[in-house]
């Protein structure tokens, strides 16, 4: 028997008081019956997170290629975060 929806907004609730985001998130990857539960629940993971390397491996990408191709599109090299614009 599947909880009522009273039931699943005062798990969430009390998951949410009891423990970060990002460990409920992992919690319902875990969890997930199907892939496009299990999919929805990483890429809000990973948007909470601001960690996308995760992503880019789920959907086969390597981060240095997609470094290198977006640089190649712009022109430039891009500036890691705590590099400074001259």
Known sequence: MQPTLAQRMAALDKALTSTDLASLLDQKIHEA???VDRLEFTVLKALY???FEELLKLFGYERAKVV????KALGRKLLKPEEKQL
């Open 33 to 35: 019956d199907n892939d």
């Open 68 to 71: 290198g191709e977006v640089e």
């Open 49 to 51: 997170t601001k960690r």
